[in-house]
């Protein structure tokens, strides 16, 4: 349902008046005061509950009842404002009919629509900073865990990546790669500030998301701003309305749709013996038709057996309503999907209760909103642990890996399944299906997030009004990481006869205790709004980890358990604290000239006490064009433009706590005549002087309605340079220390970028229909790297002065040697270079020119990890009772180093081959680009460079949700003022010629394009029902 | 007036609770103790000193890599693993990049980083906190575990910077320079010569917290290893001096050799850190974080991989093999009564009836009958049925008393003393039960001498991480007799150029640390 209704300029024609009149004495006065009466309808003629009506001018409100209708005491001509967060406001003239029906017809954007920022809410028109608010509606159509999914395509300038298994946490950028740090948003609910972690909070329970940007939107949020600040509103109840009842529920089927096209048996075998035969060594027995272990029983299809279909179901039930002195809403939401893997993960479920309400009588009013979650993560069982020797890749591409040779039961294997053997098979390939089924992982989450708010009404009097506000919040979280692995033999590498246990809990907590003093004056032309404040958060992190041991069968898991031999606890209690005041003065003069200023100043523990203190100031200025008198444009085509600039300053303390100290490791063992000791020494290097990130941001926006508000159009362009970027900067590991890349304050980077964002809507009869679009883009360059200027290097990647983070590096493919001549010809590569390898290009020397040689000398630059273009697009479309939505997003312009295509097309190694891989460069196969294979890889062709497929295009563009929904007519039961059916369809298509899973993975920050293994990203058909009563 | 009052009221307690606010900042760290105003208890010196040898345990010192990629460099040992790193060692062409090439650097330097500590925060004390005998002694292992790490650098570098402190200079241009060969083993030199000077003989009678702490270096550690480390260089007037320390010295009656070889290579305090061990590496059960490298905890696990890595096809990963060149040198000469030599069962498992071995890891032998496998430093034969990931907790033996002896001979045979050599060789060989050399091969010439002492070396200390650095520094390399030879042995060696006998410079270090030099193998 869109509530929104023509703004009083346009015509009075549409929106048709009805007044009932009651006279009140008013003291201010001489006029005569009545009660008007009306009805808020939408444009189906049904009422529209829980609109705030105010009378322009003062603080004399209303709220409509269930049946839409609502009174108010005002004079004959007086203005009325309609409001709704999330929803746009509109004025109405009171006239002398006795009664109103105001019929709210959608349109696109409003320019009075009510926008939550920084510690408080602002007309959109006068808003001077980016802020990119989101489609909350629209977006919610798809389904996710987390909140930060429904950013993805939804805002100009926010890119989310994010892997595709149940409860993902995905990785939200706002406008570039600002830090080398952590890069999350900071995110705000309710106007508590929350950490870059939002799972807990169901999407159900929004109401609206703003997203700000800039510096002069994120300024109030000072040190903890710089990467952007994601606001989130949750619902709350309506004064003046009765009970409403809804629930929303669906149920869906996830299935993989990406399958990846790998050897069978007999190809597996003819590939694997080739490499071995071109290595000169004997064939392993397995792949040997001459052995007695020669395998022909056993071609399994790892990825049929090890994806199965997942599912998914939501339910959510909300009560709310309201008196005339307070409001309520109470919401219950059950979040299930069981993952696609065959095994005990991954699946996320989730349960959650929030509560809120608030209590407003005479100057006070006091509120609160309590939320309780809790969830259970049954993780896909990592890849790295005591058992699992060897840099493995996530566990989803072991099912790509897998030998066909290898089976996958085993009853005589302790756990009963399948490994490989040194004397068989000969390679190292892990059973997942049966590491999946064996070991037991999963994390439990409990959160209570608590807020409690008071406003007294200081002053309100001749225009001016003075408000004190008191917010405080706690916020604890409370997980357990379990992790049982019995006994078990998965073969060669992947075994343990000891059945072990971790069982380790984490503790976090946050109390914020907010102070603030809110003053508004309104004279003549002239609008002011000044906010003061201040702040102190605290937060502590405990960490408690226990270890058991030698369990015995049957077992009993737990640490206190039978059995267990040994034992072991460790843990670590970490505390922060920042302490800050805050500022911000708005003046308005005559709608035409806008300025915000604010600053905030933060003093944060994690810095020494003589770099502790830190001031984030901004200003922003907007001056609204068509409101001057000299600019006559028809309001019918150009309705309203706005121009704002903003310049300031953000920082970023988000590095870890105690950074800058240097301590002991207290626990360093060695054994002395059969006696363990522990010892302590100093283990790591710091840098004691570390200091704030800053960020200077500057933007430039235009925004514009068109075409009397049925067109909305916003520009932007910004210019964020961060200095003082924290980075561990590596150091020669001669020096001794394990963390070789200790924090420092070294490097400056600055990111440009344009954003637009247009929407058009249209409605004709029966039909209306939107048509968003966004795109950004994104320039990113490394202004320093610190005194040295020593590039950064990442996995396949090099970060530099003058160039963008994280480009891809390597060395230069020039094609396949086909003969011994061409070998001769060729700069040196290796003694055992033979026609079918790849010839790699001289670069360079020690001299700085071509010297004959390939060795590391010889690396060069191979393109860009970062996308240079995000998009979004959505289409939706009501026809009489049915509705239609499309969305799609994309990027564009980057290349991928996909570690799962490569560990597929290896030489030699311990994993199955992709089919590309038969068409290697054999004697009588020369025409090709893919090198032969010798299990040795002596040219070491497999490694990092440009040879055709090594780095693939990320372009894509992904259909990310399809609905189609339908709408009964009201009462048709009765009571019932909504019912709603659909069908999504959800990650329906992606169209890329990306070889891997999903090229939206997330990534390592100096390897932007360096794909380890994402989760795919099912596709979900799923139904679903909307009732309201 | 009562508005006013109340604003009032709320302003007084907003400032009196703001001011209260940035005392709270100061936060402590409350897991781990500071470095500011450390070293300054006895404690501390004795908790640093433990920490130095922990910095062995790990996967690029003791626990895997070092010995693997030093062992399969010779001509008695090959790479048989799908882990292209490890065949590609032994074949000399291990790229640059290879992982664990860069964890013997790394791990090394981590060594004399903690030694560094150790020598600047205990060489500080006041000897009212610590006594010149407690203080001495904790140097004196400091600078044994540096000197040892230099050492190792050296012999699988070639050369490598110096670091003497553990003052960090941040400036790139300041990043220490690769030091020459020369200055490299001087520094070797000039370490373990503090470490003999200040190191007890032995812990069982000192007094302090490491009494009786079997496994800290001794007078003897650093003594022999100077001594040899000499003989490594040609020095061969030092290194009678440091030998003789041992045979008619203070040493004297200190060292023996243990009855059985295989008890050399065996776990439990019946054989470790026994009568023949100069010094070793300690592994011992317990813990629950694997140790392959990274941040220590209490919980650590001590335990060696080299064992599961070695370990023969079917009971363990079996990545390395013996050369069959290896194998049948020990069949050349059988013992006074006819058998193998007994040396060959402690190194090599292998199927021989006529020796009355024809088990494997205390079961039926289930490989291939022909084939053979790396048995020293494995639990072949010692208990288990096979190598269980984590459990094994062999110590790595640095230095035997053999090497003592057979250190000697060589060098009374270059200083032109041959003759002489006999006695010390012949304690080697009786151990291993073979005849008198001197009936055997009697009045051997230099050059007689020196291919015997190869050989001796060769079955003495076969996979003890030796005989790369053997052949490496008599020249055999660059000497083309010689180096057809090798081939013979071990087809890897087909593949080896000037230059390629030890292991690269990492490239991440030459990437980072302009004065860092390339050397022969990058």
Known sequence: MRLTCQPVLKSTVHCLLFILLLIIANTTSAQTSRNFKGVITNEKGEPVPGVTVELKGSKITAVTDASGAFSIQANEGATIVVTSVGYTAHQFILRGENLQSLTLSSSAQNLDQVVVVAYGTQRKKDITGAVAVVNVAEAKKYSTSDVAQLLQGRASGVQVNSDGQPGATPSVRIRGFGTFGNAQPLYVIDGVQVGTVVRDFSPNDIESIQVLKDASAAALYGSAAANGVVIITTKQGRKNSPLKVEYNGYYGIDKVWQIMPVTNRANYQLLNNEARVNAGRALAPGNNPASPKYITAIDTDWQKEGLKTGNRQNHNLSLSGGGEYNTYNISLDYFDNNGTYVGNGPTYTRYSARVNSSVEKGIFKIGENILYAHSNENLLTPTTGNDLAGALPPLINTLVFAIPTLGIYDPARDGGYAGTLSTVEDVISMNGIGLNSILKNYTDVDRIFANVYGEVQLLKSNGHSLRYRLNVSYDKTQARDYGFKPSFDLGYFFQSPIAKLNDNSRVFTTGLIENTLNYQKNFDRHGVEVLVGQTYQKSTSLFRNGYAEGFTKPYYPVLGGGGATSTDASGAFIEYAKASYLARINYNFDDRYLITASARRDASSRFTSSERVGYFPSIALGWRLTNEKFIDLPKNIVTDIKLRASYGKLGNDNIGDYQYQSVLNPGVVYTFNGVRYVGAIQTNLVDEKIKWEDRTSSNIGLDAVLLNGSFDFSAEYYNNKTIDVLVGVPIPLLYGSLNDRPTVNAATLRNTGLEFSATYHKSKGDFTYDISANLSTVKNEVLSLGANKEPIYGVGSITRVGTEVGQHYGFVYEGIFQNAAEITAHAFQNIQTAPGDIKFKDISGPDGKPDNVINDLDRDVLGSGIPKYHYGLTFSAAYKNFDFSLFGSGSAKFLIYARLYRDLMHTGGSANYRDDMLNRWTPTNTNTTIPRLNELDPNNNGRISNRPDWLQSGNYLRLNTLSLGYNFRSGLIKGMSKARVYVTAQNLYTFQKYKGYNPDFTSGVFNPGYDDGSYPKPRTIMGGIQLSF | ?522
């Not at chain 2, 109340?6 to 940035?22: K, P, Q, R």
């Open chain 2, 1 to 522: 007036m009562k508005k006013i009052s109340l604003f009032a009221l709320i302003i007084v307690s907003v400032i009196v609770f703001i001011t209260g606010c940035e005392k709270k900042l100061n936060l402590v760290n409350p897991n781990a103790p500071t470095t500011t105003g450390y070293w300054v208890t006895e404690k501390q010196a004795f908790d640093g000193s433990t920490a130095m040898y922990s910095a062995f345990t790990v996967d690029g010192t003791y626990m895997r890599s070092f010995p693997g990629l030093t062992d399969s460099r010779g001509d008695d040992f090959v790479g048989d693993s799908p882990w292209a790193d490890l065949v590609l060692t032994g074949k000399f062409i291990i790229p640059s990049t290879s992982g664990p090439v860069q964890w013997i650097w790394r791990d090394h330097y981590i060594v004399i980083n903690r030694a560094n500590q150790v020598i600047e925060g205990v060489g500080k004390m006041d000897a009212s906190i610590l006594s010149d005998d407690k203080k001495n002694r904790i140097l004196g292992q400091a600078y044994f575990l540096r000197g040892l790490s230099y050492y190792n650098l050296a012999t699988t570098f070639k050369f490598a910077p110096i670091l003497t402190t553990p003052e960090f200079d941040r400036n790139p241009g300041n990043y220490p320079a690769t030091a020459t060969e020369e200055v490299l083993w001087n520094q070797v030199f000039t370490d373990l010569q503090a470490a003999e000077l200040n190191l007890p003989i032995s812990y069982d009678n000192v007094v302090g917290p490491d009494k009786g702490q079997k496994g800290r270096a001794t007078k003897g550690s650093a003594a022999g290893l100077l001594g040899k480390s000499y003989l490594y260089r040609k020095d061969y007037a030092k290194a009678a001096l440091q030998f003789e320390k041992f045979i008619t010295g203070p040493l004297q009656g200190i060292y023996s050799l243990m009855p059985n070889y295989r008890d050399n290579f065996k776990e439990g305090v019946a054989f470790e850190n026994n009568s023949e061990s100069l010094f070793e590496i300690q592994f011992a059960p317990g813990g629950s974080t694997d140790n392959w490298c990274c941040e220590p905890n209490s919980g650590w696990r001590q335990w060696t991989s080299v064992s599961i890595t070695y370990g023969m096809d079917g009971k363990a990963f079996s990545d390395y093999l013996p050369t069959r060149w290896i194998y049948n040198e020990f069949k050349l000469e059988p013992t006074i009564t006819g058998k193998s030599d007994p040396r060959l069962l402690a190194t090599i498992a292998s199927y021989e009836p006529a020796d009355n071995s024809i088990t494997a890891y205390g079961g039926t032998w289930t490989n291939p009958l022909t084939n053979i496998y790396p048995r020293k430093y494995t639990n072949d034969g010692l208990g288990p049925a096979f190598e269980a990931f984590g459990g094994s907790f062999i110590n790595y033996r640095v230095m035997r008393y053999a090497d003592v002896l057979l250190g000697y001979a060589e060098v009374l045979n270059e200083l032109n003393r041959t003759a002489e050599a006999y006695p010390f060789i012949q304690q080697v060989r009786t151990r291993a039960t073979l005849p008198n050399l001197a009936t055997v091969k009697p009045n051997m010439n230099q050059a007689q001498m020196r291919d015997q002492l190869a050989h001796e070396r060769a079955l003495e200390f076969s996979i003890e991480g030796q005989r790369i650095n053997d052949i490496i520094r008599w020249g055999w390399l660059y000497n083309a007799t010689k180096l057809a030879e090798l081939k013979l042995h071990d087809t890897d060696f087909t593949s080896w150029t000037p230059g390629n006998e030890y292991l690269p410079i990492p490239q991440t270090e030459l990437d980072l640390n302009k004065n860092l030099l390339p050397n022969g193998a990058n």
